[in-house]
């Protein structure tokens, strides 16, 4: 495992489409294991897609839980390989940040429910049934492997906001 620098807007690999994985090996499994290590080194931070590490793959890693005050009935730790976007319904508006566009925070349109389906670091298919912010987690890291970030959500110039403040060590912010 190894803690890794978040690549930050404009790099090209940020806005490109990340391509499948495919079977899961070492290599996978190793990349699993950096971005879980990476977002839970990063202060504020429950997701993280490997392109946010240099990586032009659909992999990411999730964790709601380490949240001040987690939402209920959260999946705790989730990583997947290949993940899809099964179901989508509901809607809300609300902030969102995020670690390849540190300096902003955007209020952004998602669904307040979804279901996504992947490949585990061990090779085994997960369906994963999730609401509100654990939700928009799951939109916001499907996003980034399709080359998406939140400045391409907003609606407005004015949904874009100077962030406040920096997370320090410990602390979450949305």
Known sequence: MTVRSVVHYPARVL????????????????????LV???????GCVGLAAPQL???????ALDVSVMRRPPPGNHGLVVL?????VIATG??????????????????RRATSVVVRGTTPEGQTRVVEAEGFEARAFQHEL???????????????????PRKRRAKRGEHLK
Request: hydrophobic fraction near 40%; charge should be negative.
């Open 37 to 43: 290590e990476t977002m839970y080194d990063s202060p």
């Open 15 to 34: 806005k490109g489409l990340a391509g499948p994985v495919g079977a899961i090996g070492d290599a996978e499994r190793r990349l699993a294991a950096d």
């Open 54 to 60: 240099g990586v032009p793959s659909r992999a990411f």
């Open 91 to 108: 809607s809300e508006l609300a902030r969102e940040g995020c670690m390849s566009v540190p300096d902003y925070t955007c209020d952004v």
């Open 81 to 85: 390989f290949d993940p899809e976007l």
């Open 143 to 161: 996003d980034h492997l399709d080359g998406l970030l939140v400045l391409d959500r907003v609606a407005a110039r004015a949904d874009v906001f």
